[in-house]
């Protein structure tokens, strides 16, 4: 396995990436109320919170043990890490063959330390949140794969960087194949990100949340790093879809601009739905989840008969 490090400007995307993170869920919280009929917190607002909370002091649990005070870092650091697989720069800031299987269960590492702060802390609510999301995620990984890893057997290439520059736009095949990719990875988003219809991130209700309610006993810097980690991961669902749209990179003026609509329309999509749609009950989030997989099997059980045709 070769492992490539690319030059400074694709670490120089990666810092803009980790520093514009709660940007993005500011302007969707601003879509968002703008659809609603308000006005809405300025975009900057993600930004206010998480340096208040930085300066809080941190509360432990008199039952929470050494996992409750290192799961924030971990979960942190394994979304952060996930940035330097994307190649923001072309190439990635590291890349090698099957990265983006990395990329996922990296994503997973951070979920399995995040479920076991919420058992550690010995709270009943939490440990229902852990449950619910330990399920879920069951739910929601294969369509990542079902997304990404048939593009890679597709194009007969194993990384983010490769795949994407496998892709044939003038074939067809690929943007019908890329569309309902776009549309599978959407749904995805929705659930790893605990946004409508799975979860509401705005619920003050512990009996329906899913991701809340697992950090309700944190506070200051780990409660922090807790919101830190959840917009890093929507603007990293977002920003792996707008690269599976973009055939022009983002160095170049035609590449960015597509690459920043792509961002936009993503966030207004999901400012739409969450405007739109009520939360699931929870029995029938596995079964969009499903739907959502389906999707995956169904376009690449296409892409194959109509490429072997």
């Known amino acids: 396995m070769e492992i490539t490090s690319s030059d400074p400007l694709s670490w120089l995307a990666c810092a803009i990436f980790l520093a514009g993170a709660p940007l993005y869920t500011g302007i969707v919280n601003k879509l968002k109320a703008r659809m609603s009929g308000r006005f809405g917190a300025s975009v900057f607002q993600p930004y206010y919170e998480l340096w208040r909370l930085a300066q809080k002091e941190t509360v432990y649990s008199t039952s929470a043990g050494f996992i409750s005070?290192?799961?924030?870092?971990?979960?942190?650091?394994?979304?952060?890490?996930?940035?330097?697989?994307?190649p923001l720069g072309r190439p990635a800031a590291l890349s090698f063959s099957c990265d983006f299987i990395l990329f996922a269960y990296l994503l997973a590492l951070g979920r399995?330390?995040?479920?076991?702060?919420?058992?550690?802390?010995?709270?009943?609510?939490?440990?229902?949140?852990?449950?619910?999301?330990?399920r879920f995620a069951v739910f929601a990984e294969p369509i990542f794969f079902f997304t990404i890893g048939s593009l890679a057997l597709i194009t007969q290439r194993y990384s983010f960087e490769k795949?994407?520059?496998?892709?044939?736009?003038?074939?067809?095949?690929?943007?019908?194949?890329?569309?309902?990719?776009?549309?599978?990875?959407?749904?995805l988003?929705?659930?790893?990100?605990?946004?409508?219809?799975?979860?509401?991130p705005n619920t003050h209700l512990e009996l329906t949340m899913i991701h809340e309610v697992m950090i309700l006993d944190a506070s200051g810097i780990d409660l922090m790093l807790y919101q830190y980690a959840a917009s890093l991961k929507l603007l990293l669902y977002a920003t792996l879809a707008a690269l599976l749209l973009n055939p022009f990179g983002v160095l170049g003026t035609t590449g960015l601009l597509v690459f920043g609509a792509t961002l936009l329309g993503m966030a207004a999509g999901l400012a739409l739905v969450e405007t739109l749609m009520a939360r699931f009950r929870l029995v029938l989030v596995p079964q969009f989840l499903l739907f959502a997989t389906a999707i995956g099997v169904l376009n690449i059980l296409i892409f194959t008969f109509s490429h072997k045709s």
Do not use: H, K, Y
């Open 112 to 134: 399995f330390f995040q479920i076991l702060a919420a058992l550690d802390s010995a709270a009943s609510l939490e440990g229902m949140g852990a449950s619910r999301e330990a």
């Open 163 to 187: 795949i994407l520059d496998g892709i044939t736009w003038s074939n067809p095949l690929f943007v019908v194949f890329i569309s309902i990719g776009l549309l599978s990875l959407f749904f």
């Open 69 to 86: 005070r290192i799961a924030p870092v971990i979960v942190w650091c394994t979304v952060a890490f996930t940035v330097l697989l994307l």
């Open 189 to 200: 988003m929705m659930a790893e990100c605990s946004r409508m219809p799975v979860d509401d």
